[in-house]
């Protein structure tokens, strides 16, 4: 079992890749003081206009 405290961008993104490329059962927790994973200061706008401020495709963070 792996804990990962702080389950913002970073955090998540982390736990999806270990699931992605573990080659084994794995059991990853997050850890946070909000009940939603990957919504941190700059990713829970409840605003639709907020956008990335660059082409989402770059900043991939599944290595194809
Ligand atoms: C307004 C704004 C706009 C941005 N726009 C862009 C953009 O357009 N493009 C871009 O590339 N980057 C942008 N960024 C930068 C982007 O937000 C960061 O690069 C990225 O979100 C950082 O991820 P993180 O996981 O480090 O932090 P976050 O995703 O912010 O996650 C931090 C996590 O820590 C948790 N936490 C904090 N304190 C505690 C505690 N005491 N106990 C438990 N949990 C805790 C929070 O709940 C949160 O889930 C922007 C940032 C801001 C603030």
Known sequence: ??????AG???TLV???LLRLASGPL???LID???QPG?????RTLF???LLNVPGG???????
Not at 1 to 6: C, K
């Open 27 to 29: 059991r990853v927790v």
């Open 33 to 35: 003081r909000r009940l």
């Open 15 to 17: 736990a999806a890749n």
């Open 48 to 50: 639709p206009d907020h």
């Open 9 to 11: 961008l970073s955090g």
């Open 39 to 43: 919504r941190g200061v700059a990713d």
């Open 1 to 6: 079992m792996i804990a990962i405290i702080v």
């Open 58 to 64: 770059p900043h991939g963070c599944v290595r194809r």
